[in-house]
């Protein structure tokens, strides 16, 4: 089942494809991570499934109507995304931001509500940016400025969320608070989630669903158990690996050896993992 989908999707910049003939089925209820090297249409498929880019071919589809069709406000309360390197308002606080997330939800009769100031309430204390409620957002660190970004998403209470590298200038401990904030949101409120990471072991550990894209196409996708094995490593990254069970998850957790030298080359320094890991 899926609420979103692309089909035939092709996207581009001016004269550059960068998407190309892309078909994709977000599942419901579930975590959606795509991944991919630098420049292969990852962020750039997540700025279409918002509607923040015209597809030059094909449709973005929210329940069978193409988005295109469907009013602004009524797609901002089904779909809530976080670009990358998002621009606040000068001086704007961090609670007037996170405020900002209950736009779609007002109307010229019906202004602030207990209900926007539960949401907000409850999106500031789940990125951990309360005590930061009266602060200007351009004063705070990239980290926190990250957290505030990611609350305003949240206070939006869409049943899909996009987040296109939500972990960027997050120390380990932060992205791993996010990535579980985001999991929970997932388990506890059944939300749909599609994440754009670089990062493949965090990918293979909380997602549900993988997309593995490179030079504009979906190269593989299903269960991270099914779809990261070294051989995809390989295709995708250039890289050759190892790919084992995680000693904390069961994911598949991929150790890194020599970029891949095809014909003649000099031999790895990893072997190769010829199973892909369960979990």
């Not at 998002?86 to 009769?109: F, K, N, Y």
């Not at 957002?137 to 969320?161: C, F, K, N, P, Y």
């Not at 985001?182 to 749909?192: A, E, F, P, S, Y």
């Not at 996708?221 to 990261?228: F, L, R």
């Amino acid at each position: 089942m899926s609420r979103l989908t692309a089909r035939d999707l092709t996207l581009a910049y001016d004269d550059r494809t960068v998407v190309h003939d892309l078909d994709l089925a977000v599942p419901d209820g579930r975590v959606t991570v795509i991944v991919g090297p630098n420049a292969c249409g990852k962020s750039t498929t997540l700025r279409a499934l918002g509607r923040l880019l015209k597809p030059r071919r094909g449709a973005v589809l929210l329940d069978g109507a193409e988005l295109a069709k469907i009013p602004t406000k009524k797609i901002a309360r089904a779909i809530g995304l976080l670009p990358q390197s998002p621009a606040a308002p000068e001086a704007i606080t961090v609670a007037d931001l996170v405020s900002r997330g209950r736009q779609p939800h007002q109307s010229w009769w019906q202004q602030w509500s207990d209900e926007d100031e539960r949401a907000v309430t409850e999106a500031m204390r789940r990125t951990d940016v309360t005590a930061l409620a009266d602060r200007p957002v351009d004063e705070l660190s990239g980290g926190q400025r990250q957290r505030v970004w990611i609350a305003m998403a949240l206070a939006q209470e869409t049943d899909l969320l996009l987040l296109d590298e939500p972990t960027t200038f997050l120390d380990i401990a932060h992205q791993v608070e996010v990535l579980d904030l985001v999991r929970r949101l997932n388990h506890d409120q059944g939300r749909t989630v599609v994440i754009v990471l670089h990062d493949l072991n965090q990918a293979a550990r909380y997602a549900d669903h993988l997309v593995a894209m490179k030079e504009g196409h979906v190269v593989a996708e299903g269960p991270p158990s099914e779809v990261v094995t070294a051989a995809l490593v390989r295709e995708v990254f250039g890289l050759e690996s190892m790919v084992i069970p995680c000693p904390v998850t069961g994911a598949p957790l991929v150790v890194p050896g020599e970029p891949y030298r095809p014909e003649g080359g000099e031999g790895s320094g990893v072997p190769e993992a010829t199973e892909p890991a369960k979990g």
